[in-house]
């Protein structure tokens, strides 16, 4: 049976027995705070079990995701290196709400292992709950009766509290459970031992499959247990162990779950599994972790530097540094697997083929990151020498700072030494860079001044920009050779730089109006609203007219307001996923960054701002909501920013109640047609999942079609005005292409000629056709063109063709497919050591690579060095 089968005649199985087939929740828990990812089949339903939710269906049936890599279940460290260990697995369950109990539980398992998967009777034990003195709980004798109908006795195994009374956590219901085992090992084996005596002995032989809880009692604070009003059953069965005893593997890895990636590995690396026991648990590692990389991402939750999402990108970095180490992958390679995987799933799991694309270049993109710092950090890990075996804190922290090594990284490449790292001097390197970085932006600041008494700040700058008041204090401060005044008034108009939105500037006058003060800036500091000042008034205590610059708080309200439109209209044309991640709003511009992992395309940026536009010719008046409760602004179904700290009460901006609601303290226009229009003006990317827009609105957009009409009227004239100035660059665009072919075919009947000449120079060095010469030719495609055609009339040939290309310095080089696999050469790692003669780096594949430079001086060198490899 394949495993598609195995899943479905489960599923089929307890159908037919009343159960509802449900769907699996997802594998990354959002709203339990006692869990981090989905780490059994009952979690989904852990509410009706605590009695928090209405039981809808009596009896249910499904296959969980699950991950186990953290907190109580951290099985991490253990993937690859044993058979049966994984990150994400698959959860068969069945369970029973207040419905049927130990009878029909135990005779469907028994039912559908021997009947339906045929699995033989002789190598199956079960265990029951023994009882426990000190609890006061008696063996499961019910369930001990129940199981001597279907196999002898002297197979059933009682088991203690530990292995056999299963527990929600501290407290909540609970029960006794009976766990079925299989004997994997040969006949000869199972003469000579017992497989009784293995049963919970971590033989990797014999293995639990299936776990049947009852759950009878609810345990309460104090410790105690009290009977349940309702009994409930809860099964759970680890669907790739089950696949390994139908499919009789030895190894949970040898079956049809696994070997399609794992084959696909073994393809791509050259290396057969099996081979060697490194490259197997390399091959492992990333067949077990790709699966719960890629759920984890199709269920919403992207690689990043925190809670689930960092434990996400420590198990891709995991399986990425053993692709590297042992199976020589120096380019991303782990997403090549998502597309196995998403068919493997499809109609299982629909989702993963739904988001493939997206999945794949979420993977793409973390490999991509993590290879940049990996390979240097890893051959600086490998020169590292130590007497004691310890890896000192510095040179840890040298790997963290410098590489971008997460700390357990370098514990896990240590390990694999015999070595152990210094955590605590570890520790104090970390504290000495975050001292550094206090010291790097210090301020000298005085003491405050007090000028008139009064503690409290009254903030008017979203209902009037002018405003009359007094100097409550003000110090002064120094930083990086600049001295400027901070001041604190009673009462202020202008916006303290916060929420990505810029600090107001603009003027403070005397009673007299006769002079006046620049505020350049103005900021927030531990709630308090203080204005930058250059010069300070001579007389502090009268009173001032604080007053905003319109001309910059007006483009800057237009600019917040339209980011708020721009993230709604992203979430609708992109996805849900789409997450404010930063924003900066200032007069000028908006810049606002967000979760998304691939390119925004044409088509997309055009909807996405024909919605914004739409928006802003509805003219929607702004709802502005001040003092609502928080809740009560969450529940109301407002964004919130992640990483955001809000107060018990907040302030709500709706631009249309279906559209755009956020909690948001900025400044905002009155109603979205003052924003003008809305112009895009660029889209890239920032960081690894994280894109930017940058957008003009107002007279800024005005300014900038004036710009571009006055381009195209220019361009125009140059072309003498033609009436379709399209089809005109058309036709300049298609004679340059083919002025270009004719370059390009003259290029190519040279290099033709080319390789026969070179062919002649090559020198046979041990059974080897070496060729090492500088080729005149205008470009990379000619080379690479000339290396393959010198390949195909010279067997085992290594050649070497250097360049100068556009004045810059060039190398490629090409090795025959039976000298990689026989004398272990590889391109890329040569072209590499040869780049560092002109002064450049490079890589490739096995057989061909290419580097470029700065130095052509050093291209005779280079050419010379390339003989030491042979």
């Known amino acids: 049976m394949t495993t598609k089968e195995i899943r479905q005649g489960f599923l089929d199985f307890f159908k037919s027995k009343g159960h509802q087939i449900v769907p699996s929740a997802p594998i990354v828990v959002k709203n339990d705070p006692t869990l981090m990812f989905t780490n059994a089949g009952m979690n989904q339903f852990k509410d009706i079990f605590l009695g928090e939710a209405a039981v809808k269906y009596s009896r249910v049936a499904d296959t969980q995701r699950c991950l186990r890599v953290s907190g109580k279940h951290n099985d991490l460290e253990e993937v690859g290196i044993d058979t049966y260990h994984h990150t994400m697995f698959e959860m068969l369950g069945n369970w029973s709400f207040g419905d049927y109990f130990k009878k029909e539980a135990i005779a469907w398992s028994w039912e559908l292992l021997t009947e339906v998967y045929q699995i033989p009777k002789d190598r199956l034990y079960v265990s029951v709950f023994e009882g426990d003195e000190k609890e006061g709980l008696v063996k499961d004798e019910e369930a001990y009766s129940i199981w001597k ?120 690396s050259g290396i057969e599994y099996g081979s060697d026991e490194k490259t197997d648990i390399a091959m492992r590692v990333m067949a077990d972790h790709i699966r719960a990389i890629c759920f984890c991402i199709a269920d919403g939750t992207l690689p990043s530097n925190n809670k689930a999402g960092y434990v996400i990108r420590r198990i891709l970095r995991r399986a990425v540094r053993y692709s590297y180490t042992f199976l020589n992958f120096k380019e991303p390679f782990l997403n090549q697997l998502v597309p196995i995987l998403a068919d493997q799933f499809d109609g299982v799991f629909p989702e993963l083929k739904k988001q493939q694309d997206f999945v794949q270049k979420v993977v793409l993109e973390e490999e991509n990151s993590f290879l940049r710092t990996l390979a240097t950090g890893i051959q600086r890990f490998e020169r590292f020498e130590t007497s004691d075996k310890i890896i000192k804190g510095d040179f840890a922290f040298e790997l963290y700072d410098t590489f971008g090594f997460p700390i357990d990284l370098t514990e896990l490449m240590a390990r694999e030494k015999g070595w152990t790292v210094d955590m605590e001097s570890f520790e104090i390197e970390l504290q000495k860079q975050k001292n550094r970085s206090r010291a790097a932006t210090a301020v000298d600041t005085s003491d405050w001044v007090i000028v008139n008494e009064g503690d409290e700040v009254e903030f008017i700058g979203y209902d009037e920009l002018e405003t009359e008041c007094k100097i409550l204090k003000y110090r002064k401060v120094s930083a990086k050779g600049k001295e400027q005044f901070q001041l604190v008034l009673s009462r202020t108009p202008f916006y303290a730089e916060s929420g990505g939105q810029a600090g107001d500037t603009g003027k403070l006058e005397d009673s007299s109006r006769l002079f006046e003060y620049e505020i350049t800036d103005t900021k927030k500091e531990n709630g308090l609203i203080i204005h930058f000042v250059d010069n300070l008034p001579e007389e502090l205590g009268g009173k001032f007219w604080a007053m905003v610059d319109p001309s910059k708080r007006h483009p800057s309200e237009s600019n917040h307001s339209a980011t708020h439109l721009l993230h709604a209209a992203l979430k609708q044309v992109l996805g849900g996923h789409v997450n404010q991640k930063g924003s900066l709003v200032n007069a000028d511009y908006l810049r606002f960054d967000f979760s998304h992992f691939s390119k925004v395309t044409a088509g997309e940026l055009a909807e996405i701002e024909a919605i914004v536009n739409s928006k802003i010719r509805a003219n929607i008046p702004l709802k502005e909501e001040r003092s609502v409760p928080y809740q009560e602004a969450i529940d109301s179904g407002v964004t919130a920013l992640f990483g955001e700290k809000y107060g018990d009460f907040v302030r709500v901006i709706t631009f249309d109640e279906q559209f755009s609601k956020e909690l948001c303290g900025g400044t905002h226009v009155k109603a979205s047609g003052q924003i003008g229009y809305f112009k895009i003006v660029s889209e ?93 030719l205008p470009n990379a495609d000619a080379i690479k063109n000339l290396a393959y055609a010198v390949k195909d009339i010279l067997d085992n040939v290594f050649l070497v063709f250097a360049a100068e290309i556009d004045g810059k310095p060039s190398l490629t080089v090409m090795i025959s497919e039976n000298l990689v696999k026989e004398r272990n050469l590889n391109a890329g790692n040569i072209v590499r050591e040869l780049a560092r003669e002109i002064q450049g780096g490079g890589g490739g594949q096995a057989f061909f690579a290419t580097a470029g430079g700065k130095d052509a001086n050093g291209i005779a060198g280079a050419l010379a060095k390339a003989r030491s490899f042979i």
């Open 149 to 268: 109908q279907y196999i002898a006795e002297n197979r059933i195994i009682l088991g203690n509290k530990k292995d056999n009374f299963w527990e929600m956590g501290e407290t909540g219901p609970c029960g006794p459970c009976s766990e079925i085992h299989v004997d994997m090992r040969p006949d000869e084996e199972r003469m000579r031992v017992d497989g009784k005596t293995l049963v919970n002995q971590d033989d990797p032989q014999v293995i639990e499959i299936w776990n049947n809880v009852f759950m009878q009692f609810n345990r309460l604070k104090n410790g105690t247990l009290e009977k349940l009003p309702n009994q409930h059953v809860d099964t759970g069965m680890g669907l790739e162990r089950l696949v390994r005893v139908i499919q009789k593997r030895s190894s949970n890895y040898d079956t049809d779950v696994f070997q399609p990636l794992i084959q696909f590995i073994a393809g791509k």
């Open 684 to 776: 890239s990317a920032v960081a690894a999942g994280v894109r930017r827009i940058e957008a003009i609105t107002g007279e800024r957009s005005e300014h900038h079609f004036n710009e571009q009409f006055a381009q195209i009227t220019a361009l125009k004239e140059l072309l003498k005005n033609p009436k379709n100035l399209h089809r005109s660059v058309e036709a300049l665009i298609e004679e340059n292409n083919r002025l270009k072919k004719e370059i390009e075919k003259n290029i190519l009947e040279r290099s033709a000629g080319l390789k026969h000449e070179l062919a002649k120079l090559a020198e046979n060095i041990n059974g080897i056709n070496f060729l090492a010469q500088r080729v005149e």
